[in-house]
């Protein structure tokens, strides 16, 4: 009885262990050599990869609509100044769309230069003023939404100027700096800088006071709350700012320019008007669209990035 009590496996006894059971059937027979048995075992199969199949369906729904969608503004155009002696042609327009372009770099004096040199003119004055935008702007929207008292008392003065014109800065610039080109950038803050406090700010007051607490009860320094828990929480927020507020300044730029003249996208447009030619005016509107929409999807770019979207 003894002998059975010990030899027999009771009914809740725990399974062998999965690796113990694999190692047991892989075990060779009794009085096999162990080089046969693994000469006689199957070759592990390598797992296959999934093929990458070209998807057709795809490709033509990214590429066909916008084609199309080009070819009926075209189409359109060519009916509309169909027999015109005011307005050009697509034909016209793409013909001195041609020879604007095989020199675009041109210089004939400070105010006879081609439209290359006229864009990187206005690149720069955007570049610097929403550049100067985003360092006064970022920081006083994580001023606005960590502390409270400066939120209700900066928030009515946001609230109003916010909704003015920014051409409407432009004379207040001229009046101040004396001079254009200072002015064009001063308008390029003025308008760039609201829409990254607002966001910024929103941003940090939607951060889980969950957070806040740990770093409470860890009792972090200010400069680590901010760095390691608003700033990648707010990130996000922050990059929408940042592409609403360049794609403010690349609007207003064009305006501006034309207001205050010298060398700049906006300045040779309003020249070319005065010139009465028309197919260059045409030719930049399709420039300043596609630099526009280049600026934007670069910034869409780099938010995907840093929020880890695929």
Request: positive net charge; contains cysteine.
């Amino acid at each position: 009885m003894v002998s059975a009590v010990f030899h027999s496996s009771p009914a809740n006894a725990p399974a062998p262990a999965a690796g113990v059971a694999r190692a047991a059937r892989a075990a060779p027979p009794a009085g096999v050599p162990v080089a046969e048995a693994k000469a006689d075992r199957p070759a592990a199969r390598s797992p296959r990869r999934p093929h990458s199949r070209f998807d057709a369906r795809a490709f033509w729904m990214a590429v066909l609509p916008p084609v199309l969608g080009v070819a009926l503004l075209v189409g359109v155009w060519a009916l509309l100044t169909a027999g015109s002696t005011t307005f050009p042609t697509p034909l016209a327009t793409f013909d001195a769309a041609v020879k604007l372009f095989a020199d675009p770099f041109y210089r004939n004096g400070p105010n006879d230069q081609g439209i290359g040199w006229n864009v990187l003119y206005s690149l720069e004055r955007v570049g610097l003023g929403f550049g100067l935008a985003a360092v006064a702007g970022i920081p006083l929207g994580f001023l606005i939404g960590r502390v409270e008292f400066v939120s209700r008392m900066v928030s009515p003065l946001i609230s109003l100027l916010k909704p003015v014109s920014p051409l409407a800065w432009l004379p207040i610039g001229l009046l101040v700096f004396k001079a254009a080109n200072p002015a064009a950038i001063w308008t390029i803050f003025i308008c760039s800088i609201w829409p990254m406090v607002v966001n910024t700010a929103v941003g940090v007051q939607r951060v889980p006071q969950d957070y806040l607490n740990v770093a409470r009860v860890l009792n972090l320094s200010e400069w680590k709350v901010v760095t390691r828990i608003l700033l990648p929480a707010v990130l996000p927020y922050m990059l929408t700012g940042v592409r609403l507020s360049v794609g403010t300044a690349w609007l207003v730029i064009v305006a501006a320019e034309m207001l205050t003249g010298g060398v700049g996208i906006g300045f040779w447009v309003w020249d070319e008007w005065n010139n009465l030619n028309v197919q260059h005016i045409i030719v930049a509107i399709f420039v300043i669209g596609v630099v526009g929409l280049l600026l934007e999807q670069a910034l869409i770019w780099i938010a995907r990035r840093f929020s880890h979207e695929d």
